[in-house]
């Protein structure tokens, strides 16, 4: 059983940064991959960037490219998302989200939110124009 806890969301302008957090519960082990998620009102949850734990290899959604890094502490089992550069397009709740067997899947696999077993509650990003 994995808990997830994420933190750090906020309201920023437009350009601005923020950095969220997620910190897990127990360990996670190398075969797990840790993603981040978005989802704003009336939409779809989208998928915004991922990461292996053993590997360290990230995926991101085109749409954050170079604006937004993913990065992990496995002594702190805890995993961030940097967040640059921010629109107001980038308004959501912000999801993290563990893959217990996703260490060494692909994008498409990593990008696909059915694919993750453990969710935290959720932190809200507010990015104003």
């Known amino acids: 059983q994995v808990q997830l806890v994420e933190s750090g969301g906020g309201l920023v302008q437009h350009g601005g940064s923020l950095s969220l957090s997620c910190a897990a519960s127990?360990?996670?082990?190398?075969?797990?991959?840790m993603g981040w998620f978005r989802q704003a009102p009336g939409k779809e949850r989208e998928f915004v960037a991922a990461?292996?734990?053993?590997?360290?290899?990230?995926y991101y959604a085109d749409s954050v490219k170079g604006r937004f890094t993913i990065s992990r502490d496995n002594a702190k089992n805890t995993v961030y998302l940097q967040m640059n550069s921010l629109k107001p397009e980038d308004t959501a709740v912000y999801y993290c989200?563990?893959?217990?067997?996703?260490?060494?899947?692909?994008?498409?696999?990593?990008?696909?939110?059915?694919?993750?077993?453990?969710w935290g509650q959720g932190t809200q990003v507010t990015v104003s124009s």
């Open positions: 989200a563990a893959d217990p067997a996703g260490a060494y899947q692909g994008s498409s696999y990593l990008q696909t939110p059915r694919r993750y077993d453990y």
């Open positions: 127990g360990r996670i082990f190398s075969g797990y991959a």
């Open positions: 990461i292996s734990w053993s590997t360290g290899s990230t």
